[in-house]
């Protein structure tokens, strides 16, 4: 027998290792019954690769100090041999089978293992944790551990304790256990976070903990925050860190006695033990300077177009409105620059009764006339500010400067004032800036739009920008920009002061003052107004064995992990990647905490420590089961932004597309196990792929992937500017995981059908789908997004979170025109004189009660004016653009061309990369860039809704000169289970549409000639005539009147909307002036011929929409 006291400081041999069978003469125990069978059961299953293992056989954990070997190895000895003293097991006795043996493997000095000076003998547990801190053991054991890496341990986790989900959302609730089940399950694994989202009234808000006399509570190892998943041990002397494993002393002033389960007994008194977020307040050695007062800093464009347009009046009223609210409490600076061809300064010293402007022409030696009081105290200096405020507009209103701007040296002197206090630069910009450091050229190409050369428009080719954002974020300086664009602005290069400056980007296309003007007052008020996080800086931690990949967001990288956010306000959003850094998952439990580091308006330098736990799973089937499939859009939306920016926009439609069908693959081919280093399918897996049913969690993720491939920030073609595109990309990477489901698949509501309890406050137990805003108003009946539910005699507003688009058939009730619109018909009317009356009668009354509704959230105290565009049935321009809204339909580029239910039909097929099978099959190699399979163009507009196989599916036999199709409309297999056949086509005797249309917009041959102007004449796109699909020669007009006509040339441009693209007035006082000939033109009239818009339905053929039961399911309720 060994000695008793062990060698190595480790327990005598007999107490540690696992009881081999009896023998004769030996007094051992015997082993409790059927282990050897477990035992050999769970060592077939394990992989020589590194797999996943079977579960442990259930009871409780065995304290043992060595790991079994194979069966029939007898006792192998641990590396470098036996230590002195150690105890040699004896050989099998005569007639016995070899005994289930144990290759001993010690537990290597780490920060997983026992304290210094030896682990003590009376403690059975873990690493001399007590007993009763042991958890029972996990459905799937730890991977085992090689010599020389740590042991693993179980975790004491409540899993009931979460993040609020308002806070932060995973894409999953469990993590894959090792990084080849993370690769072939293709789930995106990470999160969204809002540190500062706003709390509702009825949710609780964060708690706030001033540290004692020990001060907060950190890992010494990886400054871990103590949080509510560390593991207490040694009766709460000690705690190890569930980040970095590390054992850490607890302060004797924090000390508290565990419980029964060991648990600190004052584990509820304490929020940093017992929730997932937790503020504390940062002591003085978190501080490198003394807090920093608000400070806000006006940068405004005042040449002729800002002065005409009305810009520099309402940014003046919105500023003027918000001093009273501006954060600060009597601490808050001020200061203004404008400029035009040379820059301003103004003295808002307290003794002035009205402001010195003093100005600097020489861009070149840009100086600073006077070294105080241009960033003023706002208490001392109210009256001059005021003062300021009420004569701007009319400062430059006589001789404004004309297409001259220098927003470089602006920028440059508002940096020079601000740098040794930092706070908030609003910018104000209305044309391309030219002079100076910084200075743009109109790079606007028409002939890169739809090809792979678009790409260079969205980046930007002036590295100026991004290095001023860079040195802003330095000094603590935030951006928000806020763009009124009449021409190409290259958006691309000015977006990157505020991305690196944690800033945010605004534009206002061919701002007009009547109607855009709330909306932009009340954007430019809740920026200025709301709380903000100043000097801030955040870091993301998690488990040892995984790591942050990647970043998503608006920030400033420090070093490695670090996010620098000079603001960090409620609508700042960040996403996140996790990876795993080793093959395999040492722990069974993951946690990530979030740790944001700012100073308040109040001058408190605070913590906000945001700490999740995840389980870790080895079944593909829990991982799939736990998605949070609107989180994983979110997510993958801003992968692709990303990849769209690096590679194009293609690859990143692609990716997306490709995501989604690998997802739902996996999803249907149930769990596999590796054996050697093979995949072998589960025994739910016989059935065919294609015929089972996606899991409930994943029923939207195909039609979310489809809406964001026809999102503005990803479709193809040519109608999408390259300034709107980047718009919509900055936007889709800024915005929460609810704003991103709304952005991507709007709401569509029949505005005609509300009956008279919409607009009203909803009674008690209604279904909350079917309300919003603060009082619970009523909506009204939600409709799926297709060209099916349009009506001529209806009307449908169209709403994705940021614009309205209000639809009016030709035939809706002239009653409720006259409501909305005062005028009993649109027909004949200018539309850039219509107003949405949202007061009046009873029913303008309860519409514009819906249309606030929809702009209020419950948790914040904000509400952005709504602003409405009206399309006229009809009005081809205007029906393009709002068409593009209707994601269930076919859009007229290369990977848009399938509507839902053909998508649905790919997917469930488990396609591969290629793309889903449009109609009459893929586009030839030699085919024209971003053409639609089948020529087919965008959806058709109301009432042409064509025989079927022009509306949902391919076209009829003899035009593409097949074999007849089998299996109704939608061409190709039947549908997939559950999705249930598409809708019928059209009653008999309606008209069909021109051979080419497919309804929907007109299709121009040639690139858009500007931003918000309309199509020019047919010609030959990008200087040349593309291809014919069938083999036929180039088509150079008109299509021929029979057989297959050539494709569509390109995609159709932006519409004009009654305040798009339509510039400034050249003189008088500002309001809508009449749109020029050119950039933001008036349509030109509708005309017969290739091009031309289909007819429409004549008066009394109107046909009720199909039904809906045959269609694949709208979005549930809940996510409406």
Not at 550 to 562: A, E, H, S
């Amino acid at each position: 027998p060994a000695p008793a006291g062990g060698q190595g400081g480790f327990p005598p041999p007999q107490r540690q290792m696992a009881p081999p069978p009896p023998a004769p003469g030996r007094g051992f125990a015997p082993p409790p019954p059927g282990q050897p069978q477990q035992l050999n059961q769970a060592m077939g299953n394990m992989s020589l690769q590194g797999g996943n293992r079977a579960p442990p056989p259930p009871g409780p954990p065995q304290p043992t100090m060595f790991t079994p070997a194979a069966p029939g190895r007898g006792f192998a000895p641990p590396p470098g041999g036996p230590a002195p003293g150690q105890f040699a097991p004896p050989p099998p006795a005569p007639g016995q089978p070899p005994a289930p043996a144990a290759t001993p493997q010690f537990n290597q000095p780490s920060s997983f293992g026992p304290p210094a000076g030896g682990m003590k003998q009376a403690q059975p547990g873990f690493y001399g944790a007590p007993a009763a801190q042991q958890r029972p053991a996990a459905p799937a054991g730890p991977p085992a551990v090689g010599p020389g890496q740590p042991a693993p341990f179980q975790e004491q986790v409540d899993f009931s304790i979460q993040v609020p989900k308002r806070l932060c959302r995973f894409t999953a609730g469990k993590i894959p256990q090792t990084a080849t089940m993370a690769t072939s399950s293709k789930v995106p694994v990470g999160g969204i976070l809002r540190p500062m989202a706003p709390c509702a009234d009825e949710a609780e808000d964060v708690d706030v903990v001033q540290p004692g006399n020990a001060g907060i509570i950190r890992c010494k190892k990886c400054r871990t925050y103590i949080n509510a998943f560390v593991m207490w041990m040694e009766n709460g002397r000690r705690w190890r860190c569930n980040i970095c494993a590390m054992l850490n002393e607890c302060p004797s002033t924090y000390f508290c006695h565990l419980d029964e389960k060991g648990q600190r007994r004052d584990k509820d008194q304490r929020p940093e033990l017992s929730k997932g977020v937790v503020e504390f307040v940062a002591p003085a050695e978190y501080m490198v300077r003394p807090p920093q007062e608000p400070s806000y800093f006006f940068v405004l464009d005042v040449t002729a177009t800002a002065v005409r347009s009305g810009m520099l009046k309402s940014a003046a009223k919105a500023i003027l409105d918000s001093l009273d609210d501006l954060p600060g409490q009597g601490r808050t600076k001020i200061g203004f620059i404008t400029f035009d061809n040379s820059v301003h300064y103004y003295n808002l010293a307290p003794d002035l009764s009205a402001p010195q402007m003093m100005v600097v022409s020489d861009l070149k030696e840009l100086f600073v006339p006077l070294p105080d009081h241009l960033l003023v105290n706002l208490n001392e200096s109210r009256s001059v500010v005021e003062a300021f405020l009420e004569n701007l507009p009319e400062m430059f209103a006589k001789r404004p400067v004309v297409s001259q701007s220098c927003l470089g040296p602006a920028l440059k002197a508002a940096f020079t004032v601000m740098k040794q206090i930092g706070g908030k630069m609003c910018v104000f910009q209305s044309i391309l800036p030219m002079l100076g450091d910084g200075g743009l050229r109109a790079r606007e190409n028409q002939s890169f739009m739809g090809t792979p050369n678009e790409i260079k428009l969205l980046r930007s080719e002036v590295p100026w920008y991004k290095e001023t954002a860079i040195e802003f974020s330095r000094q603590q300086i935030s951006v928000d920009m806020f763009i009124f664009p009449y021409q190409y602005m290259d958006l691309a290069a000015l977006s990157e002061l505020p991305k690196y400056t944690a800033g945010t980007l605004n534009s206002y296309v061919a701002f007009n003052a009547e109607t855009d003007g709330p909306r932009f007052e009340t954007q430019l008020n809740k920026a200025l107004t709301q709380p903000i996080a100043f000097e801030a800086v955040m870091r993301i931690r998690c488990t040892k064995g995984m790591r942050i990949s990647n970043f998503y967001g608006n920030f400033f990288i420090r070093g490695t992990d670090l996010l620098a956010l000079p603001n960090c306000t409620s609508d700042s959003v960040f996403g996140f990647d996790l990876a795993h850094d080793d093959q395999n998952m040492p722990s069974q439990v993951v946690t990530v905490q979030a740790a944001l580091l700012y100073t308040s308006s109040t001058g408190e330098r605070r913590i906000r420590v945001l700490t999740q736990a995840l389980p870790v799973t080895s079944l593909t089937s829990e991982l799939i089961g736990s998605i949070d499939q609107e989180a994983i859009c979110s997510l993958l939306s801003k992968q692709a932004l990303d990849l769209g920016i690096k590679t194009g926009i293609d690859n990143a439609r692609m990716r997306m597309q490709q995501t989604c069908v690998d997802i739902i693959r996996n999803a249907k081919g149930g769990d596999k196990r590796t054996v050697s280093g093979y995949s072998v399918p589960g025994p739910q897996a016989g059935q065919d792929e294609g015929e089972k049913e996606i899991p409930e969690n994943l029923s939207l993720l195909p039609l979310y992937t489809l809406a964001m491939m026809k999102n503005v920030a990803f479709r193809g073609g040519t109608d999408v500017h390259p300034d709107e595109r980047v718009q919509a990309m900055y936007t889709l990477n800024s915005m929460w995981v609810d704003q991103c489901r709304d952005f991507i698949y709007p709401k569509m509501f029949a505005i005609h059908g509300m009956g008279p309890e919409v607009g009203l406050p909803a009674p008690e137990g209604t279904d909350a789908s079917n309300v919003a805003g603060r009082e619970g108003t009523m909506l009204p009946q939600v409709v799926n997004l297709s060209i099916d539910r349009l009506t001529s005699d209806g009307i449908f507003l169209v709403d994705n979170g940021l614009q309205m688009s209000l639809w009016v058939g030709r035939q809706a009730d002239p009653s409720v025109q006259q409501s909305l619109f005062g005028v009993a018909s649109l027909e004949g009317v200018d539309m850039n004189q219509i107003k949405v009356n949202m007061t009046g009668d009873d029913f303008a009354t309860r519409f514009g009660s819906v249309l606030l509704a929809l702009r209020e959230d419950p948790a914040d105290e904000f509400v952005i004016a709504p602003k409405v565009s009206v399309v006229r049935e009809g009005d081809q321009h205007m029906e393009a653009r709002f068409f593009w809204f209707l994601i269930e339909d076919r859009a007229s580029f290369q990977g848009g061309t399938h509507s839902y239910p053909e998508f649905m039909q790919f997917v469930n097929s488990a396609g591969g990369p290629g793309g889903p099978p449009g109609p009459g099959g893929a586009p030839p190699p030699g085919g024209p860039r971003g053409m639609p399979p089948g020529g087919m163009g965008g959806p058709p507009p109301p009432g042409q809704m064509g025989p079927p196989g022009q509306m949902g599916g391919p076209p009829p036999p003899g035009q593409m000169g097949g074999p007849p199709l089998q299996h109704g409309m939608m061409g190709g297999p039947p549908p997939p289970r559950g999705m249930g056949p598409p809708p019928p086509g059209p009653p008999r005797g309606m008209a069909p549409p021109p051979p080419r249309g497919m309804g929907g917009p007109p299709q121009p041959t040639g690139a858009p000639p500007a931003y918000g102007a309309p199509p020019p004449a047919p010609g030959p796109p990008m200087g040349g005539p593309a291809p014919s699909r069938m083999g036929a020669p180039p088509a150079r007009g008109p299509p021929p009147a029979a057989g297959m006509p050539p494709p569509p040339r390109a995609a159709p441009g932006p519409p004009r909307a009654p305040a798009y693209g339509a510039p400034p007035p050249r003189g008088g006082p500002p309001g809508p002036p009449p749109a020029p000939s050119g950039y933001g033109a008036p349509p030109p009239p509708a005309g017969s011929g290739y091009g031309a818009p289909p007819p429409r339905r004549p008066p009394g053929g109107v046909a009720p929409p199909p039904p809906r039961g045959n269609m694949p399911p709208p979005p549930p309720p809940q996510y409406r």
